[in-house]
């Protein structure tokens, strides 16, 4: 980033040295929630744990587990997932007429 295209965006010097004085000297809160920082966190579990079945090369499927609990909860867990983060808005698609 450089530091003249802040002075050449700005609408005034007093407005460009304050947004300097924020990248420098604020700390602030971050602009992530609390359910945003849950959501990393559950992606990265999700990654991490991949990423040890497939480096210790352990043999784990939930989802064709012979337990019936172990089986349904999974299918819990996934319809879960979907509902809190999926995108359900019904949107037009982004390749639409493209």
């Not at 990654?47 to 989802?63: C, M, P, Y």
Request: include cysteine; hydrophobic fraction near 55%; charged fraction near 10%.
């Amino acid at each position: 980033m450089s530091v003249a295209w802040i002075f050449f965006r700005a609408n005034s010097i007093g407005d460009a040295l304050k947004i300097i004085h924020g990248i420098f000297a604020d700390s602030g809160i971050p602009f992530i929630s609390v359910a945003d920082n849950i959501g990393i966190a559950m992606a990265l579990g999700i990654v991490l744990s991949k990423e040890l079945i497939d480096e210790h090369h352990w043999d784990i499927h939930v989802q064709d587990s012979p337990v019936w609990l172990v089986r349904h909860m999974y299918i819990v867990c996934m319809v879960t997932f979907i509902i809190l983060f999926g995108v359900l808005s019904g949107g037009q698609f982004i390749y639409f007429q493209f």
